[in-house]
């Protein structure tokens, strides 16, 4: 492989290296903004408990209200009855009393059932408050972890960025700017083996000379890849298994047969 080439190989693996931690680094702000929201959703839970809690409390306070009210009724109209000197008006006062008093137990029926829901809204406030305070500290204990882990890495792509810059000079650069054009179109890779006589990457069988020209050592020249047009260089195949010894055989097959 001509050394211009392997320096552009370790180059692409510096790359790709650079792209993963930019990557990384990139998904940072959207893993801080999701505990953020993770505690303001908890937050709006919080309100709405409360809100809700305290339209049970103003509901409490009619119905008891109703229930002083209707039973406030009650005792005029059991005080006039004792007044009134006609049996007609007695038994239209009765009327009112029972009438009364009727909704003043379905007035007591209804704040029994507001006092009971307000219990439960209230434990709903205090599970909504218990949650927020640890979300919130889930998010600052995560927050100052992901920010740590933020610096690190970019400490390590300032100190890799500075070591492609090494590797960017001592390469050509005709050679370096026309993988620069490929990496740009190609998703980073400007560079591809071949591996059978075909590019590793899309696959396309390179022409018989392209391919004797690559595996000489002393090949200068460039070759790019006719179809996905990355720069081409051969890596030999690793050498293939020895067969075994006719009497290694023969003993694992009489193993095999026993």
């Given at each position: 492989m001509q050394p211009e080439i392997k320096r552009l190989v370790e180059l692409q693996a510096a790359d790709l290296y650079l792209a993963g931690l930019r990557a990384r680094l990139n998904a940072f702000p959207e893993q801080l903004a999701d505990l953020e929201k993770r505690v303001a959703a908890g937050r709006q839970e919080l309100a709405a408990a409360k809100d809700a809690l305290t339209t049970s409390l103003k509901d409490r306070k009619k119905y008891e209200m109703d229930v002083e009210s209707w039973k406030e009724k009650a005792r005029k109209y059991r005080e006039q009855s004792f007044a009134v000197k006609t049996n007609e008006a007695y038994k239209a006062l009765q009327h009112e009393i029972d009438h009364a008093e009727r909704e003043v137990a379905q007035a007591e029926d209804r704040l029994l059932d507001r006092m009971v829901g307000g219990e439960e809204f209230d434990r709903q406030v205090k599970a909504a408050e218990r949650a927020v305070a640890e979300l919130s500290r889930v998010a600052e204990t995560d927050g100052r972890r992901l920010q740590g882990e933020q610096a690190v890495l970019r400490t390590e792509l300032e100190a890799k960025e500075a070591e492609r810059a090494q590797m960017v000079s001592s390469i050509p650069e005709n050679l370096f700017e026309t993988y620069e054009r490929v990496a740009r179109r190609r998703h980073g890779v400007g560079v591809?083996?071949?591996?059978?006589?075909?590019?590793?990457?899309?696959?396309?069988?390179?022409?018989?000379?392209?391919?004797?020209?690559l595996r000489r050592a002393d090949c200068?020249?460039?070759?790019?890849?006719?179809?996905?047009?990355?720069?081409?260089?051969?890596?030999?195949?690793?050498?293939?298994?020895?067969?075994?010894?006719?009497?290694?055989?023969?003993?694992?097959?009489?193993?095999?047969?026993?």
């Open positions: 591809a083996a071949v591996l059978h006589e075909a590019c590793s990457l899309c696959g396309l069988r390179v022409v018989p000379h392209v391919f004797q020209e200068s020249d460039i070759f790019q890849c006719e179809t996905c047009t990355r720069i081409l260089y051969y890596v030999e195949p690793p050498p293939a298994a020895a067969p075994a010894p006719p009497e290694a055989q023969s003993s694992a097959a009489r193993a095999h047969d026993s």
